[in-house]
């Protein structure tokens, strides 16, 4: 039965109408203003912002569900906080947070009077000031909404295992369209209402995109009603214009789904027993730029479309529009809201929650106040024991499936891992032996037969990369720590996402207030170079084409060739702070190089020689043989047998690479090596053979400022690939041992005519080795089964 929830009285209705004509007022400000902030002088051309973009049209439905919420959260001291979807809808929630006082007391020449007033409107949108969504620097916010689609994955992250907190997230109509977004909705699914905080998405239907209709302001209300029961929703609705009908109507509902989201957690967590409510959620329909200029030249501006952009433009050329401007700035009774000095007036000033109440200066939307690092096993503890380098196989993701077994055991609140529906393919299955796949839906008896599901969970499974990285990102922006794993051909999906969490972190780090989180870790496995029977969608390495675009502040990417590489990069990875940390590594067997110690060295250098595979110590080499990648490196060393067993008197130096970065100069990248260590380990003068996992063209984009890059022959992958097997797919692509050996023939003049005998061998064993691939649809078992000689 539903509580009976009193309606507002007349003194709450006024005050809370008039803090959101205040909200209303400060963001048409920023779009219009810089100076004569309270209107005390008619307005004047000069006093208008130029501006070729404003952000008004959800503004104001923004700081209208933001103005509720404070309420709630005063009545009932409830920890929340406040996420914005709609794009460039920065206004709606920058003013509210002004007016609550946080934005004042981080940055304080936007003092809470006329002066510090004209500085918060002149530095929105404008060049060296503010953007227009929810940028970092923008107090309590962990979602930018420069590209539409995550808000609710990132709300359900911030959720997860904050059983005190409530994410209220703003959903715009036009995000909502997107796929990203509409799988989002599932999150409902996976929240254990034991353990976990609440989501209250509020569905803004303002009607329009930029000059189109939405789509779900367009069905019908039965239909949308049914569409959100359908994704197991219970919604609520509060539709109209008139704002005092509103504002009851808004305070009645905020409060029911409150009070119902406490019944459902206080029911769950006093009986223990978890299971899927059926969450409240608000559909808001409210006209595109409430409470802005109706028409403007006779043609209908709220409500429509053009409210999306600049309501009227031409302000500044135009003095009846110029005087249109000053009368829908007026309507708000600015003179009502503030006093002499531009300060709101106390009584309003009180309506806002208190402290770290405030949702702009909540802790959880500064997450790094609240993380407290990993308690970690000792990775060593999980190393390969090797015969020897190059003797033994091994799968290398299975030791640190063990490794993120225990780190979940120790850590039961604030690890969770991601993958979708892959951690068992990519042999990290053993983390079900502490934490099973979360689930919240229904159950069948055959589940208990290896289904490994639990409401319990700990472990995040969805077939969508984009709800995945949505829950992760809003997990780790409010102080926890995860990791996440996927297919190298599919981490394509997440590229955007990846691109706006890099620029947010990049942007933080020059935002001092916030404080670090905890990385971005992502495997990225079940690679190119083991597609056996998946074929040629499977084959992409080009992710790392992407990460290398963004900012080298907070990029880095690892390609451990064996367990032990992989699990000492791990363990930096998962404590390291304001990074993505992108890990390259396969989940077959795989030929072992290093053991625990070496590995350890090898990867706190990121580069070195591999002095137990080269022969050159103490004089120069005739050629430089570099590997990165699992595959590539087991061919290049190959390479080196088949150079040295022909050519026993040529001198070969070979260099792995493990922290790809290494290879830009160290004034681009705070990991890149000094020019003359560079020089040192790959000379100036000599042919570099490098044998790499992805696009070779990569490599060449890394080094091209070295001294010695006219020299360096770079192999990849070069789009060549079917239903192949490894070796053969390597000599499709020229990766291959014998592809490598004939490069070091070419380039070397002394073996260009005396080595045309071994090349001629070299071919013809590719065209066995290709034969019999094609035969038995295995490689040839002496090549398969290589391991290193010496």
Not at 39 to 49: G, S, Y
Not at 583 to 608: P, Y
Request: overall charge negative; aromatic content about 10%; hydrophobic content about 35%.
């Amino acid at each position: 039965m539903n509580p009976v929830i009193p309606a507002l009285s007349e003194h709450e209705l006024t005050s809370i109408d008039a803090y959101w004509r205040a909200c209303n007022y400060l963001a048409a400000g920023m779009i219009y203003l810089r100076d004569n902030p309270l209107l005390r002088q008619p307005l004047q051309p000069e006093h208008i912002k130029q501006r070729l973009l404003g952000h008004w049209g959800a503004s104001p439905g923004l700081s209208f569900a933001y103005v509720h919420l404070n309420r709630l959260i005063n009545k009932y001291d409830q920890n929340a906080i406040f996420l914005a979807g709609p794009g460039h809808g920065a206004p709606g929630v920058l003013a509210p947070t002004y007016l609550e006082g946080t934005y004042s007391e981080i940055y304080p020449n936007k003092g809470e009077d006329e002066h510090g007033l004209r500085q918060f409107f002149k530095e929105f949108s404008f060049p060296g000031g503010i953007g227009s969504h929810c940028t970092p620097e923008t107090p309590g916010s962990i979602h930018e909404g420069g590209e539409l689609g995550y808000s609710i994955s990132h709300a359900f992250g911030a959720a997860f295992d904050n059983p005190d907190l409530l994410v209220t997230v703003m959903v715009g109509d036009g995000e909502a369209e997107t796929g990203p977004l509409a799988t989002a909705w599932h999150s409902n699914k996976f929240l254990n209402p034991v353990r976990d905080g609440a989501v209250l998405p509020i569905l803004h239907l303002n009607g329009y995109k930029i000059n189109n209709p939405t789509l779900l302001s367009r069905i019908s209300h039965d239909e949308l009603e049914n569409l959100f029961k359908g994704y197991g929703w219970t919604p609520y609705f509060v539709e109209g214009s008139d704002p005092a009908t509103m504002h009851r109507a808004m305070a009645t509902t905020m409060e029911q789904c409150l009070l119902e989201i406490r019944r459902v957690q206080s029911e769950a967590r006093s009986s223990g027993i978890p299971t899927r409510p059926r969450w409240p959620m608000i559909v808001l329909r409210s006209p595109k730029g409430w409470t802005g200029p109706k028409e403007v030249d006779g043609h209908k501006v709220e409500g429509y479309w053009r409210s999306h952009q600049v309501p009227m433009g031409e302000v500044r050329s135009k003095p009846e529009r110029l005087t249109q401007l000053e009368s829908w700035l007026k309507s708000y009774r600015p003179e009502e809201l503030f006093d002499a000095n531009g300060r709101l007036i106390p009584e309003l000033k009180a309506l806002a929650p208190k402290g770290n109440r405030r949702m702009s200066a909540n802790l959880h939307a500064n997450g790094g106040l609240l993380r407290k690092a990993l308690r970690m096993p000792d990775y060593r503890d999980y190393a390969a024991a090797l015969p020897g380098p190059g003797k033994m196989s091994a799968e290398n993701t299975r030791p640190l499936g063990k490794f993120l077994r225990d780190i979940m055991a120790q850590n039961m609140h604030n690890f969770r891992v991601f993958g979708p529906d892959e951690n068992a393919s990519n042999k990290l299955d053993n983390v079900y032996e502490v934490s099973k796949k979360v689930w919240m839906a229904d159950y069948l008896p055959e589940d208990a037969d290896g289904g490994e599901l639990s409401p319990d969970g700990r472990v995040m499974e969805i077939l969508s990369e984009h709800t995945l990285e949505g829950w992760l990102e809003g997990y780790l922006l409010t102080g926890r720590h995860g990791f996440f794993s996927t297919y190298e051909a599919f981490v394509h999906v997440i590229d955007s996402m990846f691109n706006q969490h890099a620029k947010w972190l990049d942007m933080s780090k020059a935002v001092s207030w916030r404080a670090p989180v905890s990385s971005l870790n992502l495997l990225i496995t079940s690679t190119v170079w083991r597609q056996d029977h998946n074929g040629f969608t499977h084959q992409d390495p080009g992710f790392l084409d992407v990460v290398v675009n963004k900012s080298p502040a907070v990029t880095r990417i690892y390609l451990p060739p064996d367990v032990n590489t992989l699990l000492a990069i791990s363990q930096e990875c998962l404590t390291s702070t304001d990074l993505i940390n992108v890990i390259v590594c396969d989940k077959q067997k795989h030929l072992q190089f290093l053991d625990m110690d070496a590995a350890i060295a090898h990867c706190t250098k990121g580069i070195g020689i591999w002095e137990w595979a080269s022969n050159d110590d103490g004089v120069e080499p005739d050629v430089v043989i570099a590997s990165a990648g699992d595959i590539p490196t087991k061919e290049a060393l190959a390479a080196v047998v088949l150079l040295r067993e022909n050519f026993p008197a040529l001198k070969i130096r070979f260099v792995n690479v493990v922290d790809l970065y290494k290879l830009t100069p160290n004034i681009e990248h705070p990991h890149g090596l000094h020019e003359r260590d560079f020089d040192s380990l790959f000379t100036v003068d000599k042919p570099v053979i490098f044998n790499f996992h992805g696009y070779p063209w990569l490599i060449h984009r890394l080094a091209y400022r070295r001294n010695g890059h006219k020299n360096w022959h770079v192999r990849g992958y070069k789009e060549k690939g079917s239903i192949n097997t490894p070796l053969e797919l390597a000599i499709q692509n020229q990766i291959d041992r014998y592809s490598l050996a004939i490069d070091v023939i070419d380039r070397i003049p002394s073996l260009q005519v005396a080595g045309a005998h071994v090349k001629d061998r070299l071919r013809d064993q590719q065209i066995a080795c290709c034969n019999y691939a094609y035969e038995h649809g295995v490689d040839l078992p002496e090549a398969n089964d290589w391991t290193w000689p010496y």
